[in-house]
């Protein structure tokens, strides 16, 4: 495939994934996991190992979704571990 087709494919990809509900779920979700002291590499690497790439553009909406669900589980485990150290310093 010529190098322009699949770059335009890219470009159509990624502003279609930036309209999903999924992508800007994902979005959200990774600024969360930072404001809850992750660093944003470590979101980043949270992304590739649950999705297999770093590239959102890249995933159908069932993937993005599937990411969103991992994600939001991750934001999960992170809020339960900050209430138990609150806990503890009570």
Request: with cysteine.
């Amino acid at each position: 495939m010529p190098a322009y087709i699949k770059a335009l494919k890219g470009i159509i990809n990624f502003s279609k994934s930036k309209e999903s509900n999924h992508y800007n779920k994902i979005q959200t979700i990774k600024e969360q996991l930072v404001g809850l002291g992750y660093q944003p590499s470590e979101v980043e690497y949270f992304v590739k190992n649950f999705a297999g790439i770093n590239d959102l553009s890249r995933l159908d909406e069932a993937e993005l979704q599937q990411l969103s669900k991992k994600l939001q589980h991750q934001l999960e485990i992170a809020r339960k571990c900050r209430e138990m150290i609150k806990d503890l310093n009570n």
